[in-house]
């Protein structure tokens, strides 16, 4: 199995074109990032 720990998700991305789907989005939640715990936590506290 290949870790891809470094290289965050754009290598990801990049490192497996084929499986990777554009699609239209209208909600921007998809633009926030969740890089950290404390990221994820605050965004939790915001959905309550």
Not at 9 to 18: M, N, S, V, Y
Not at 19 to 42: G, H, K, M, Q, R
């Amino acid at each position: 199995m290949e870790r891809y720990d470094d290289v965050g998700l754009k290598g990801l991305l990049d490192a497996h074109t084929r499986l990777v789907t554009e699609f239209e989005c209208s909600n921007e939640d998809i633009l926030i990032d969740l890089d950290t715990p404390a990221d994820y936590e605050n965004w939790m506290k915001r959905q309550a």
